[in-house]
T-cell receptor, first 111, second 113 residues
Framework: DADVTQTPRNRITKTGKRIMLECSQT?????MYWYRQDPGLGLRLIYY???????NKGEISDGYSVSRQAQAKFSLSLESAIPNQTALYFC??????????FGQGTRLTVV | DQQVKQNSPSLSVQEGRISILNCDYT??????FLWYKKYPAEGPTFLIS?????DKNEDGRFTVFLNKSAKHLSLHIVPSQPGDSAVYFC????????????FGKGTRLSVIA
């Protein structure tokens, strides 16, 4: 089983719809992250959480919100999806001072 | 302002030769550097790291070199293999871990048989 599991793997949604991307990890790490990948732009940080009670905005948080339901779960929501949120979304987890482990990604298309 | 820069979007290398991927950073607080490899339809996977107390770290065919004065690091792959074809991301953070990893835009490596 994967250490970091993202659901769904693929999603097509309409403009204006609310959508939630879910992430769970079995690494036992406190830290979790949501990144977005766009062609030519690399991985950009949306939100991160260093423990269950901690939520921080990243570089591109506008239009997104997150919820840290438990140490192992960190979900990303798009309250009202727009086409420029079409991208690959990655969840990751890490320990303090260690490398991050990524999920397989969610390909989101907003039409 | 980009704190981690990978100025070459792509690189082609013949099988068996050396691949050199470069990365520059601007934040002098960064002291922990990582390389990730990403295949299509998969998440990035950790490849190798180096902390600022070293200038070289080696793991099999992969070696990372760090030049702190130039704020530059490079990943060497020797010998390159077709299975190394992927996008490589450079990432950095302060080793204190108080901020998440900052990633470059990536370099697509193609190893030609």
């Amino acid at each position: 089983d994967a250490d970091v599991t993202q659901t769904p793997r693929n999603r097509i949604t309409k403009t204006g719809k609310r959508i939630m991307l879910e992430c769970s990890q079995t690494k036992g790490h406190d830290r979790m992250y949501w990144y977005r990948q766009d062609p030519g732009l690399g991985l950009r940080l949306i939100y991160y959480s260093f423990d269950v009670k901690d939520i921080n905005k990243g570089e591109i948080s506008d239009g997104y919100s997150v919820s840290r339901q438990a140490q192992a779960k960190f979900s990303l929501s798009l309250e009202s999806a727009i086409p420029n949120q079409t991208a690959l979304y990655f969840c990751a987890t890490s320990d303090l001072g260690s490398e991050a482990f990524f999920g397989q990604g969610t390909r989101l298309t907003v039409v | 302002d980009q704190q981690v820069k990978q100025n070459s979007p792509s690189l082609s290398v013949q099988e068996g030769r050396i691949s050199i991927l470069n990365c520059d950073y601007t934040n002098s607080m960064f002291d922990y550097f990582l390389w990730y490899k990403k295949y299509p339809a998969e998440g990035p996977t950790f490849l190798i790291s180096i902390s600022s107390i070293k200038d070289k770290n080696e793991d099999g065919r992969f070696t990372v070199f760090l030049n702190k004065s130039a704020k530059h690091l490079s990943l060497h792959i020797v010998p390159s293999q077709p299975g190394d074809s992927a996008v490589y991301f450079c990432a950095a953070s302060p080793h204190s871990g108080n901020t998440p990893l900052v990633f470059g835009k990536g370099t697509r490596l193609s190893v030609i048989a």
